[in-house]
């Protein structure tokens, strides 16, 4: 009984363990960038939610420089997660976990600004050549997206000059006039984005917003961007800016993971970005963009298996990860079992043999008392089978016997003493014994 409630326990202990083990909290490392951008902000949102919530995932943010840098630190494996842009080099072990937002261009000419070369005013993107082009945002990947621009309408790269700010130095910038155009890439409701288009019309006026008609071309030939539409008045003002829908390509910031991350971790990690993106909204607008990654095949970035098994209703419960495990865990505990057994079985095997021979020693000592001719004798077999008795009983204690085996014993047992109480009153019945008998009853005077 005490072993089998000790196996019991072990059991149980093993079972419990492996639960905290597989259930422990698990942190992830996610790069994303530049400081001080709502990128980051969302993320350190997420962080704080889901320590708060204590839930299975945590997060662990890496400051990076930007999208590239992210990536750059996801294909080293330095970190988990990357917040990336679309557009840029995806790392070949990203798998998408989320689309984080969608961002779209933006091109305007600032009131009184950008004079064509015959004098009119630019209301095309073919009209650019000559001109300076003022890009917001330092990372090269805004200067590319600009260029494929260009191209896409016949325009030389080289025929324009393109300023780069930051955008700690871009509302100034827009307001001293550096440029004719201004290019921003962010979410259509961006305050960057919507303050450097107040800032251009500081004196009055009313913005141009160059439409991009072919966005549809521009998508085909670029998997990595989308055509799109800015709705009238998405930057305010008034009148409204734009006062009519543009034409124009967008590009997604992903949530990606390493290809090698636990397909159960992401999934976790998925299903826990969705139920807290509610409770974020209120204060961060942005997490409202937050969508579900393309499963499709030939997506642009392959989702994430454990992704995509959140996505498609496919997640995997605890018992479904590791119901094989317990299964062969049990298994190999009944077998260890079996094999404990037998080995401690053959450990006594010695014991059980000496044993084996003791009651047949008791079985030939059956046959010794019934032909017995004297009670001595008799009384030496009596003190022998006494031993062997002592000795049974400790075999059986030491497991060396089991249960038949004592039976077996004690009917043998029980054989001898009838023979021996049998044989001593055929003894007592006999002549010289009956005299021998009386002489000493009278000697004692009863």
Request: glycine share 8%; hydrophobic share 45%; aromatic share 6%.
């Amino acid at each position: 009984m005490f072993i089998v409630i000790a196996g019991l326990l072990a059991i149980i202990g093993a079972l419990a363990g492996g639960y905290y083990f597989a259930m422990r909290p698990v942190p992830l490392k996610i790069a994303v960038g530049p400081p001080n951008s709502d990128d980051l902000k969302v993320v350190q949102a997420l962080t704080q939610a889901f320590s708060q919530n204590h839930s299975y995932v945590r997060l662990r943010p890496v400051q990076t420089e930007g999208a590239a840098e992210s990536a750059q630190a996801l294909a080293d494996g330095k970190v988990d997660l990357a917040i990336i842009r679309g557009d840029l080099n995806v790392p070949k072990n990203a798998q998408a976990v989320a689309t984080l937002r969608k961002n779209v261009v933006v091109l305007w000419v600032p009131p009184g600004r950008g004079k064509g070369k015959k004098g009119g005013k630019i209301t095309k993107i073919s009209q650019l050549a000559g001109h300076k082009i003022g890009v917001i945002g330092r990372t090269p990947a805004n200067v590319n997206l600009l260029k494929v621009i260009l191209q896409q309408y016949g325009v030389d790269p080289g025929k324009v000059e393109i300023l780069q700010f930051p955008v700690t130095e871009a509302l100034d910038a827009v307001r001293s006039q550096k440029a004719d155009v201004w290019l921003a890439a962010g979410p259509v409701n961006s305050k960057i984005t919507t303050e450097a288009i107040a800032a251009s019309t500081k004196d009055g006026g009313t913005p141009t917003f160059l439409a991009i008609d072919s966005a549809e071309a521009i998508a085909q030939n670029h998997q990595e961007y989308e055509s799109a539409d800015i709705p009238a008045g998405a930057f305010g003002g008034s009148p409204d800016r734009p006062d009519d829908e543009v034409k124009t390509i967008s590009f997604n910031h992903h949530i990606v993971a390493r290809k090698g991350l636990s397909e159960s971790t992401v999934a976790a990690f998925t299903r826990q970005l969705f139920s807290v993106r509610q409770q974020l909204m209120s204060e961060f607008p942005l997490a409202a963009k937050i969508e579900t990654p393309d499963t499709d095949k030939d997506a642009a970035i392959p989702a994430h298996p454990g992704a995509a098994a959140f996505v498609d209703g496919e997640e995997k419960t605890f018992l479904d990860r590791y119901s094989d495990f317990i299964w062969w865990g049990l298994m190999a505990l009944s077998a260890m079992g079996s094999a404990g057994a037998w080995f401690a079985g053959y450990l006594k095997k010695d014991e059980r043999i000496i044993n084996t021979s003791m009651r047949d020693r008791l079985l030939d000592m059956i046959t010794i008392a019934r032909k017995s001719d004297s009670s001595e004798e008799l009384d030496n077999l009596q003190s022998e089978a006494d031993d062997i008795l002592r000795n049974t009983l400790a075999c059986f204690e030491d497991g060396a016997i089991d249960h038949a085996a004592l039976t077996a014993f004690n009917i043998a047992l029980e054989q001898f003493h009838n023979a021996v109480a049998d044989r001593k009153l055929i003894l007592m019945s006999m002549p010289q014994n009956l005299q021998r008998t009386g002489a000493q009853l009278r000697a004692t005077g009863t």
